[in-house]
């Protein structure tokens, strides 16, 4: 039964991971049933600390202020910017040529964290990190690995709801290609001067597994329910907002939804304000296999995707948003 969402659910991770069986299946029932029809639910006890959040954007927010030329020398195009920053307008949604009204700086796996003796290690770029914020480097890092454990956790209650063994994601996101993004959509002094049908961001939807999403700065963000309608994504301060991507979509025919998203501009009097975002990408290790799951193919529900993996996908849709040539 399709259920029309006024805001988007909220969820407790505890009962997942505390170890009540009654408490962690109508977790997974719940989580199910919101990623079949919105695509979006809002997390708490999810180990991501108010200091450690309020530390990380009191460091971008350091960084995004410095002049251009200085975050220009972070700037990796040779790499499809999947590290360091990426300038103003560089990136637009997948079918439009408009760059969105944002700024932004990456951060991936610590090479240091990965064993020698796994191959994958040789496929990522190393981080850079900005010289003149000493804090900026020890907090990403941290927020990445408290985020990466818990997109675990969540995969593995999605796993259950698609009656797969608990573990099935595990191997296919450890040392995974996750990013860690840290958003400035900046301030428009003269609204007049920017394209007329430009935005922070544009609708879109995410291209990884599933996405982890910090409470941002100011409001925004939007997401189309299935009649049509954009709601507005709220979430309390002690929560996290976790959606499906592309490549989960992908992989379950359908099944459970990427909903298309975007974070619209403010009213003109607000125009000339910052909004910060900071949003944890989870993908998988490049050779997993987005092929449907067969449990998810069916004659009322046939195939819908050609098979690829998750490397060649993100390559296709780097390209998509105009970060790869």
């Not at 544009?202 to 939007?222: C, K």
Request: proline letters at 6%; a negative charge; glycine letters at 8%.
């Amino acid at each position: 039964m399709e259920i029309l969402f006024d805001e988007i659910p909220s969820l407790d991770l505890a009962d997942f991971t505390a170890g009540n069986p009654e408490k962690k299946a109508e977790f997974v029932r719940k989580l199910g049933e919101a990623y079949q029809n919105i695509g979006f639910v809002a997390i708490k006890n999810h180990g991501l600390s108010k200091e450690l959040q309020d530390r990380l954007y009191s460091s971008i927010t350091t960084f995004f202020t410095l002049p251009d030329a200085v975050k220009s020398q972070y700037e990796k195009p040779e790499i499809g910017y999947q590290r360091g920053y990426t300038g103003k307008g560089k990136e637009h949604a997948k079918g439009r040529n408009t760059g969105d009204l944002k700024e932004f700086y990456h951060i991936g796996q610590d090479l240091a964290g990965i064993p020698d003796t796994d191959p994958i290690k040789s496929e990522y770029p190393p981080n850079c990190w900005p010289q003149e914020i000493s804090q900026f480097k020890e907090d990403a890092l941290e927020a990445y690995r408290t985020l990466e454990n818990a997109g675990r956790q969540m995969l593995r209650a999605i796993a259950i709801n698609l009656d797969l063994k608990e573990d099935f994601f595990e191997d296919k996101v450890m040392h995974g290609n996750s990013i860690l993004r840290q958003i400035h959509y900046f301030p428009i002094e003269n609204p007049e001067e920017v394209p007329a049908d430009a935005v922070r961001a544009a609708e879109h939807g995410d291209i990884n597994l599933i996405t982890l999403l910090m409470g941002a700065s100011a409001d925004g963000l939007q997401v189309l329910r299935r009649d049509g309608k954009w709601i507005p994504i709220t979430a309390l301060p002690d929560q996290l907002v976790v959606n499906v991507g592309d490549m989960l979509e992908r992989l379950t025919n359908k099944k459970l939804k990427s909903t298309i998203h975007r974070v619209v501009n403010p009213p003109r009097e607000k125009m000339n304000t910052s909004r910060y975002s900071i949003p944890f990408f989870m993908h998988p290790r490049s050779e997993m296999d987005l092929s449907c799951l067969s449990g998810c193919v069916s004659e009322g529900n046939p195939k819908q995707f050609t098979d690829i993996n998750a490397g060649g996908f993100l390559e296709e849709r780097l390209r998509e948003l105009g970060l790869r040539k």
